[in-house]
């Protein structure tokens, strides 16, 4: 078995409009069957994810908060990995009128056009944070905190290998999960940049497309695409789209 788990993004990767698809979810299953593992990587505070996702349990681990919490859903312990928001800081958010204003164990999460006035909180107050973007959302975090940095906390934890991962992605916010890898897949809806940067594209987009992954990783592992591809030593990146899946 060359590829022992998938790292995959919630919104727009394996959910859309917050709702993982029944037949993405079967998808999953059997995918865990193949005794592999699904890490799930997103933006999201911990407790909005598991409010929207019943089915955490079938994740080995969730990296939270765009990489600054790791959970466990068999055992719901959750470890923060890194410093709370200054307080400092969210009050000149606020004073600025930064909203919505969302607050989780270190990230702080708003809209458009908001990283204006973030990033001249950030400078005035000399803060070592940093601005980043997934489409219209602005997430600010400690300088080094993404979800590379999540991911490979988890694999740690779980005694994985990152060369022997799949990573999906949709956004901005994926350039690093993907980079940090053995292999980064985008799906089709994502942004131009994440395609162009990612050694394999799906015909499907959000959900559809994650099964897709999962199919031919149970399949024969990814070789069939890799092989079309000319990637079979998967890095350098060279998109490509995915072959007609298997059933």
């Known amino acids: ?31 865990l069957a193949s005794g592999r593992q699904i890490i799930l ?8 994810l598991l409010a929207v996702f019943p089915q955490a349990r079938l994740c080995s681990r969730i990296v939270g908060e765009n990489g600054a919490v790791l959970y ?7 470890r923060v990995l890194a410093p ?48 980043i973007f997934n489409r219209e959302s602005v997430m600010i975090l400690p300088s080094g905190v993404n979800k590379a940095t999540g991911l490979l906390t988890a694999l740690k934890e779980l ?3 990152a060369d022997r991962v799949v990573a999906i992605g949709d956004s901005e916010n994926d350039h690093a999960l993907l980079a940090a890898a053995g292999c980064g897949v985008a799906v089709q809806n994502a942004i131009p940049k994440l395609k162009e940067g990612a050694h394999l594209v ?23 695409w890799l092989a079309t591809s ?18």
């Open 230 to 247: 000319g990637n079979a030593g998967v890095r350098p990146a060279n998109s490509v789209a995915m072959p007609v899946p298997p059933e």
């Open 1 to 31: 078995m060359r590829f022992t788990a998938v790292a995959v993004d919630y919104d727009g990767t394996l959910a859309e409009q917050g709702i993982v698809e029944a037949d993405t979810i079967a998808t999953m299953k059997q995918f």
């Open 84 to 131: 709370r928001p200054p307080e400092e800081f969210l009050a000149a958010l606020r004073q600025k009128g930064v909203t919505p204003l969302d607050i989780g164990e270190s990230i702080i999460a708003t809209l458009r056009p908001h990283e204006i006035p973030a990033l001249e909180a950030i400078r005035d107050l000399g803060l070592e944070h940093h601005v």
């Open 41 to 48: 990587v997103t933006g999201r505070i911990v407790t909005d």
């Open 72 to 78: 466990n859903p068999a055992t719901s312990v959750q």
């Open 202 to 224: 799906t015909r499907g987009e959000a959900g559809a497309g994650v099964s897709e992954v999962l199919r031919a990783l149970v399949h024969d592992d990814l070789d069939s």
């Open 159 to 161: 005694g994985l290998s």
